[in-house]
Structures are given as structure tokens and as C-alpha cells.
């Protein structure tokens, strides 16, 4: 324990006492009653044959990452960000957010129909999406309800996974959506597309096409397989930037048009309420936003010293120019060390090393894009936006650091 | 490729495009609702467990981005009443999606929009009368003016 900052047993007594056994279990984070405690292994690993290939890889039975799923099928599941390094999110541990669950389709059926004000209107299969020149981006994919509790009602102990976990990024692979519009012959006229999901909610955004012939992608592939179907299999759009409700998964049609469908999505949710007493609607970017996940609830520092601060930081609006990270609360900054590669609309790993002196103080970051744009304190978004705004909540996260090394969640709420 | 557009293109616009022949009434509207909608939405819309769907206040502003207290449903918060349409054909009910008629659908709104003080319950919801309902909320909705730099919007 005493050498072993970061054990499992620290953590899991202080995830415990917050969540409760119940929640722990449901969150795989617990032993199941009638587990052995520890997994299994020779005392020298030196001393026995290892074990035999295989034909499909596993983690270690140390290691167990798990999302955290609240709401069944239509509610979420969040990314264990504290548990990540680098910038990848495993493909099974990507982020969920669904509107009427996982639908199964069969990849041998599978038909995206483009139609509407286009010269050619197009049914295509999964081998002709295939068959188009392809390219791999990648991109991060947030929901704009990320953070939410950050906002208002805030707790101490809530864990970056708890916070900010609707966050993901992925290596994804695809046509460009500007090749298919090039193929159907997309007319003048055309502004808009819906475009529309074959799950059990039939999720359908209006997105402006210059987004298509921007970035926007047809994807197939993800961290060099195929989409997942939590994901979208088998094919998804992937809108580089875009809030992640309009990167419509199981995609099988896309219709253009010279208006907005105004579908519910659009309308009733995923629209911003103002202080001014308006709604803003299609506010598709994710501004600039990042957040330490190290060290994060509820990571219990043992000593003072030196430790590194590290955490991730995104842009929907292009690259990360900047990260500056405070150790007293906010009135000094440093420039955090960005990971190269440093893409855009992408995760950036930041690091900073830390010499903490055992005081109770704050620690905190700030991204900086490409646009000049600085991600803004809470007090700052409520002004521009009000309390009762809802979705793109991207204000600096605290984390407070006490005297016995606990890290808890410093959000006022 | 006619036939395949036409099974799969069921959206509907604030114009009215694609709705389809049929007719409804609240009176039933509320029958149908009552066997169908009543079990997640409460009884007379505002009891839960899922969505609140009735309801008119506040009328006076549009106080959403002020009190995070407040509830949006169909009568305070839905610029368009053809998104109801569009919205029950897709996904409603959640336990037996798409499976609602259309004669079903023009009730159902026609219920809802009535429950919300919008319609009388007289009123026929059909393919003329629905994009001519003029929602309360409709002009409270402003486009996007983020766009990244220095200030925060």
C-alpha cells in the first residue's frame, strides 16, 4: 500500500465509499462475490511456460476498465477516462449514447439510400462504400451533454469518467461523404441533408451540407476494424468536430433538401437555451475544452513530490494550440507539454509536472484553440449563456487537492 | 429505387412536406393515448416517468436559459408541430416503434396539441391543417453565432 500510490485497493476503497458497493458492481469495479481477489498467477513467471496463442486477445485479469452505464437503452455510458493513456479510446470502451438501443443489422443487407435534390438518386451496399478511395482520420466524437453535471449540482466525488466521460476518440475509416455527393450529383440548391440512423428510434439530424463537402465522413472502419455496434455498425457519419448526437450511427439514408428537416433532435433537444430568452439551434462545433484526469477523484496522493498532472484536451474547431495548467487555484499558469502528434478535432494528451509541497490547494486546466478561442471559467459561460442553459458545457474543470492527498471534484454546484 | 424511397422516406417538414393522407381529432387522440402513451407519460401528460409533454407555462417569456428548474414540453419548448408527426412515425411508442397509423399519429397530435392549449378539441389534424399550427415557441429559436476567437458566446 505505502509504495503503491495508485493501488487498486486505494482506489477501489474510495470509489466504494462514494458509489456504494451496488454502483461498483454494476460498474465492474468490484469483485463479484466468489471471486478469488487477486487473479491467478504463478509466483515466477520465469518458472512455467507462458500460455499458448490465441486467436483473439484479452486484457489482463488485472486490469478490468469499465464504462459506467446509467439508463438502460436509451441513456449513456461513460468513458473511463482516468484509466486511459494516450489519446485512443478503446473501441469498447467507447462512449455510448443511444436513443432506443443497439440495433442488430446484418452487413449483407445493409443499404444507404442517397436521395432528394440530387441527380442520382443511390442505393449503396457495404462493398460499394468499401470500393470508394478511402481515408482514416483521427477525430474525437463528444455528446454535447458532456459535462452537464459539472454545470449545476455538481459533487466532489466525481470522477473524470463520471464528469466528462461522453468523450471518445478513435482512429476512424471511410469514404469521404464529398465523394458520394460527387457520385449522386448533389444539385445547386441543396443546403441541408437529413441524415438518418436504422436504430429503433429512427435518429435523424438536418446537417448543412457544406459540413459534407467539408470533412465529413462515411465510416466504416474504427481503431483498424469495423465499426463497433455500440458505434454505429456498419456504417456511421462522422461529422469531425460536431456534436456527436448529428454523427448519426447505423446510417441508411441521407436526403437532401434546401431546409432543415427540424426534426425532435433538433428542436426539442440538442437546442441551447440563452439568458437572453432565446434557444440557440444547430450549434453543432464542441468548443475548446480539456480536463485533467490525473490526478483526479478519487486518487488519493500518499506523498508530496513530484507528480505528473496529466489529462487530454480537443477542439471541434481544429488544433490544440495551447494547454496551460494552474497548481495554486488559478492565479499562476504554465504551459503544459502537448503529445505530438497534435491533430485536429482530435484528443491532446497534456503533461506537467507538478512538485506538489503537501498543501491544500487547486489544480486546473485551460485548452486553447487554433481560433484564439480560450476555454472559459464557469462563471464566464453562465454570463454568456445563463444557469439553465443545457448542452456544450466546456468550462474549466477544478480539481481540489487536500492536505491527506485526496483529490475531489471543485465545481462549485 | 422509386418503391425504396418511398418505404424509407417518412420525414416531414415545417411545410408539410411529407405528410401523408389521414385525419385525427383529440377526442381520438385521447383514447389512443390513453392504451399507448399514458404508461411513460402520465396520464394527462405531466405526470412522468418520461417526457413531459404538456404544459404552457411559463407563456410570458421564454425564461429557459435563466431557472435550470424549468421543464420544456410540447406547449413551451417545440417550435413545429410537424416534428410531433414526424417524431411519433419514427420512434413512438418505445416499445413498439413505427407501428402507429396515420389516422393514429393525426390523433395523437391533435390530442397533444390540444392538451397544450394550442388546438381546440374540435380541431382535425391532417395534412393542411398541421403545418398551419402555429406553435408558441416558434419564434423564441436563434441560429448558432459561435464561431470560435477570443469571446465566448
Same mark, same amino acid.
Request: proline content about 8%; glycine content about 10%.
Given at each position: 500500500?505505502?509504495?503503491? %500510490?495508485?493501488?487498486?485497493r486505494?482506489?477501489?476503497?474510495?470509489?466504494?465509499?462514494?458509489?456504494?458497493?451496488?454502483?461498483?458492481h454494476?460498474?465492474?469495479?468490484?469483485?463479484?462475490?466468489?471471486?478469488?481477489r487477486?487473479?491467478?498467477v504463478?509466483?515466477? %513467471?520465469?518458472?512455467?511456460p507462458?500460455?499458448?496463442?490465441s486467436?483473439?486477445?484479452?486484457?489482463?485479469?488485472?486490469?478490468r476498465?469499465?464504462?459506467?452505464?446509467?439508463?438502460g437503452?436509451?441513456g449513456?455510458?461513460?468513458?473511463?477516462?482516468?484509466?486511459l493513456?494516450?489519446?485512443?479510446?478503446?473501441?469498447?470502451?467507447h462512449?455510448?449514447?443511444?436513443?432506443a438501443?443497439?440495433?442488430?443489422?446484418?452487413?449483407?443487407?445493409?443499404k444507404?439510400?442517397?436521395?432528394?435534390?440530387?441527380?442520382?438518386?443511390?442505393?449503396?451496399?457495404?462493398a460499394?462504400?468499401?470500393r470508394?478511395?478511402?481515408?482514416?482520420h483521427?477525430?474525437?466524437?463528444?455528446?454535447?451533454?458532456?459535462?452537464?453535471?459539472?454545470?449545476?449540482?455538481?459533487?466532489?466525488?466525481?470522477?473524470?469518467?463520471?464528469?466528462?466521460?461522453l468523450?471518445?476518440?478513435?482512429?476512424?475509416?471511410?469514404?469521404?461523404l464529398a465523394?458520394?455527393?460527387?457520385?449522386?450529383?448533389?444539385?445547386?440548391?441543396?443546403?441541408?441533408?437529413?441524415?438518418?440512423g436504422e436504430?429503433?428510434?429512427? &435518429?435523424a439530424?438536418s446537417?448543412?451540407?457544406?459540413k459534407?463537402?467539408?470533412?465529413?465522413?462515411?465510416?466504416?472502419?474504427?481503431?483498424?476494424?469495423?465499426?463497433?455496434?455500440?458505434q454505429?455498425?456498419?456504417?456511421?457519419l462522422?461529422?469531425?468536430?460536431w456534436?456527436?448526437n448529428?454523427?448519426?450511427?447505423?446510417?441508411?439514408?441521407?436526403?437532401?433538401?434546401?431546409k432543415?428537416?427540424?426534426?425532435?433532435e433538433?428542436?426539442?433537444k440538442?437546442?441551447?437555451?440563452?439568458a437572453?430568452?432565446t434557444a440557440?439551434?444547430?450549434?453543432?462545433?464542441?468548443?475548446?475544452?480539456?480536463?485533467?484526469t490525473?490526478?483526479?477523484? %478519487?486518487v488519493?496522493l500518499?506523498?508530496?513530490?513530484?507528480?505528473?498532472?496529466s489529462?487530454?484536451?480537443?477542439s471541434g474547431?481544429?488544433?490544440?494550440s495551447r494547454?496551460?495548467v494552474?497548481?495554486?487555484?488559478g492565479?499562476?499558469?504554465?504551459p503544459?507539454?502537448?503529445q505530438?502528434?497534435?491533430?485536429?478535432?482530435?484528443?491532446?494528451?497534456?503533461?506537467?509536472l507538478?512538485?506538489?509541497?503537501?498543501?491544500?490547494?487547486?489544480?486546473?486546466?485551460r485548452?486553447?484553440?487554433e481560433?484564439?478561442?480560450?476555454?472559459?471559467t464557469l462563471?464566464?459561460?453562465?454570463k454568456?449563456?445563463?444557469?439553465?442553459?443545457?448542452?456544450h458545457?466546456?468550462?474549466i474543470?477544478?480539481?481540489?487537492?487536500r492536505?491527506?492527498?485526496?483529490? &475531489?471534484?471543485?465545481?462549485?454546484? | 429505387?422509386?418503391?425504396?424511397?418511398?418505404?424509407?422516406?417518412?420525414?416531414?417538414?415545417?411545410?408539410?412536406?411529407?405528410l401523408p393522407?389521414?385525419?385525427?381529432?383529440?377526442?381520438?387522440?385521447?383514447e389512443?393515448?390513453?392504451?399507448?402513451?399514458?404508461?411513460?407519460?402520465?396520464?394527462t401528460?405531466t405526470e412522468?416517468?418520461?417526457?413531459?409533454l404538456?404544459?404552457?407555462e411559463?407563456?410570458?417569456?421564454?425564461?429557459?436559459?435563466?431557472?435550470?428548474?424549468?421543464?420544456?414540453?410540447?406547449?413551451?419548448?417545440?417550435?413545429?408541430?410537424?416534428?410531433l408527426?414526424?417524431?411519433?412515425n419514427?420512434?413512438?411508442?418505445?416499445?413498439?416503434?413505427?407501428?402507429?397509423?396515420p389516422?393514429?399519429?393525426y390523433?395523437l *397530435?391533435?390530442f397533444?396539441?390540444?392538451?397544450?392549449?394550442?388546438v381546440?378539441?374540435?380541431?382535425?389534424?391532417?395534412?393542411?391543417?398541421?403545418?398551419?399550427?402555429?406553435?408558441p415557441?416558434?419564434?423564441?429559436?436563434?441560429?448558432?453565432n459561435?464561431?470560435?476567437g477570443?469571446? *465566448?458566446?
Amino acid at each position: 500500500m505505502q509504495d503503491a %500510490p495508485l493501488s487498486r485497493r486505494v482506489l477501489l476503497t474510495s470509489v466504494a465509499s462514494a458509489l456504494g458497493v451496488h454502483a461498483l458492481h454494476k460498474a465492474g469495479l468490484a469483485q463479484a462475490p466468489g471471486q478469488p481477489r487477486v487473479p491467478t498467477v504463478p509466483p515466477d %513467471p520465469t518458472k512455467v511456460p507462458g500460455a499458448p496463442l490465441s486467436e483473439l486477445g484479452r486484457r489482463s485479469p488485472f486490469e478490468r476498465p469499465r464504462r459506467i452505464a446509467i439508463g438502460g437503452a436509451q441513456g449513456s455510458s461513460f468513458a473511463p477516462l482516468q484509466d486511459l493513456c494516450g489519446i485512443v479510446t478503446p473501441a469498447d470502451l467507447h462512449f455510448e449514447r443511444h436513443h432506443a438501443g443497439v440495433p442488430a443489422i446484418d452487413p449483407h443487407r445493409y443499404k444507404l439510400l442517397i436521395h432528394g435534390m440530387v441527380e442520382r438518386p443511390t442505393v449503396f451496399d457495404l462493398a460499394d462504400l468499401r470500393r470508394f478511395p478511402s481515408v482514416s482520420h483521427l477525430y474525437f466524437l463528444e455528446c454535447s451533454g458532456n459535462g452537464g453535471v459539472s454545470y449545476g449540482g455538481a459533487r466532489p466525488d466525481l470522477s473524470p469518467q463520471a464528469i466528462d466521460g461522453l468523450t471518445s476518440t478513435s482512429e476512424w475509416t471511410g469514404v469521404p461523404l464529398a465523394t458520394l455527393f460527387r457520385e449522386v450529383g448533389v444539385k445547386t440548391g441543396a443546403k441541408w441533408l437529413l441524415a438518418e440512423g436504422e436504430d429503433a428510434a429512427v &435518429m435523424a439530424r438536418s446537417i448543412p451540407v457544406d459540413k459534407a463537402w467539408d470533412d465529413a465522413l462515411i465510416a466504416y472502419g474504427q481503431n483498424g476494424e469495423a465499426v463497433r455496434p455500440e458505434q454505429g455498425y456498419p456504417v456511421r457519419l462522422v461529422l469531425p468536430g460536431w456534436e456527436g448526437n448529428a454523427n448519426v450511427k447505423w446510417l441508411r439514408r441521407i436526403e437532401l433538401a434546401d431546409k432543415p428537416f427540424m426534426t425532435r433532435e433538433e428542436t426539442s433537444k440538442y437546442t441551447d437555451p440563452l439568458a437572453d430568452g432565446t434557444a440557440r439551434m444547430f450549434s453543432f462545433a464542441m468548443d475548446a475544452k480539456s480536463i485533467i484526469t490525473f490526478p483526479a477523484y %478519487p486518487v488519493i496522493l500518499p506523498d508530496r513530490g513530484w507528480w505528473e498532472i496529466s489529462g487530454i484536451a480537443w477542439s471541434g474547431r481544429g488544433r490544440i494550440s495551447r494547454v496551460d495548467v494552474s497548481t495554486d487555484a488559478g492565479r499562476r499558469w504554465a504551459p503544459a507539454d502537448l503529445q505530438a502528434p497534435v491533430l485536429p478535432k482530435c484528443h491532446t494528451r497534456f503533461r506537467y509536472l507538478w512538485n506538489w509541497d503537501g498543501t491544500e490547494t487547486t489544480i486546473l486546466s485551460r485548452a486553447v484553440d487554433e481560433t484564439g478561442y480560450v476555454q472559459p471559467t464557469l462563471d464566464q459561460l453562465r454570463k454568456a449563456r445563463g444557469v439553465g442553459t443545457y448542452y456544450h458545457f466546456n468550462h474549466i474543470r477544478e480539481w481540489r487537492v487536500r492536505k491527506d492527498g485526496a483529490v &475531489m471534484f471543485g465545481g462549485e454546484g | 429505387m422509386t418503391a425504396e424511397i418511398r418505404a424509407w422516406d417518412t420525414d416531414v417538414m415545417p411545410d408539410g412536406t411529407g405528410l401523408p393522407p389521414g385525419s385525427g381529432t383529440a377526442a381520438q387522440g385521447a383514447e389512443i393515448y390513453r392504451r399507448k402513451c399514458a404508461a411513460c407519460h402520465g396520464k394527462t401528460g405531466t405526470e412522468g416517468p418520461f417526457d413531459r409533454l404538456a404544459g404552457r407555462e411559463p407563456r410570458q417569456a421564454f425564461p429557459f436559459g435563466r431557472d435550470p428548474r424549468l421543464v420544456k414540453t410540447v406547449g413551451n419548448y417545440w417550435p413545429y408541430a410537424t416534428t410531433l408527426y414526424d417524431y411519433l412515425n419514427r420512434a413512438m411508442p418505445l416499445t413498439a416503434p413505427g407501428s402507429l397509423k396515420p389516422d393514429e399519429i393525426y390523433a395523437l *397530435v391533435a390530442f397533444l396539441l390540444w392538451r397544450n392549449e394550442i388546438v381546440a378539441d374540435t380541431a382535425v389534424m391532417d395534412a393542411q391543417t398541421l403545418p398551419r399550427v402555429f406553435m408558441p415557441a416558434r419564434d423564441r429559436f436563434v441560429l448558432d453565432n459561435r464561431r470560435g476567437g477570443a469571446e *465566448v458566446r
